[in-house]
């Protein structure tokens, strides 16, 4: 009797580990108003996937998540790049926004001009999106 619930713990501890290891990890953001997947294997071949709500739940079904994008109404930049562990390497001034490249603590990342970049951060005047490598396609 006492092998059987050794066994059976056994077994279930087994369980616990292999669900942990095969479950998706978080989001690499909170609190947006709009969540995007990037899927395929570059950012040539991607396809944006959209999520209003429930993007976590949307996460665990997609299986080639090659990046996420998050858009907010307001986001302190200071306060999210601490938040990420995030540091600039470079900025880019366009006419309708200011974008910066970063490296952060996020699982994603590209090479861009010789540096590796995994957060992108781009600051319009009504909206701010961030993403992890970068913001794939039009922003």
Known sequence: MRFLKLFAV????????AAI???PSRLCFKGAENYTFFCGD????CREISAEENADLLKFALSDVCGE???YNVLDVAAFL???NGKI????TLSDSV??????DLPYSVTLYGEE???HICVKTETVKVASPIIFGGY
């Open 21 to 23: 290891a095969i479950l």
């Open 99 to 104: 974008n910066y490249y970063c490296k952060a």
């Open 10 to 17: 056994t077994i279930l501890a087994g369980a616990v580990i």
């Open 117 to 119: 970049i995994n957060l």
């Open 82 to 84: 601490k938040s990420v």
């Open 69 to 71: 994008c998050a858009e």
């Open 89 to 92: 390497i470079f900025t880019e």
């Open 42 to 45: 570059t950012s040539k071949n």
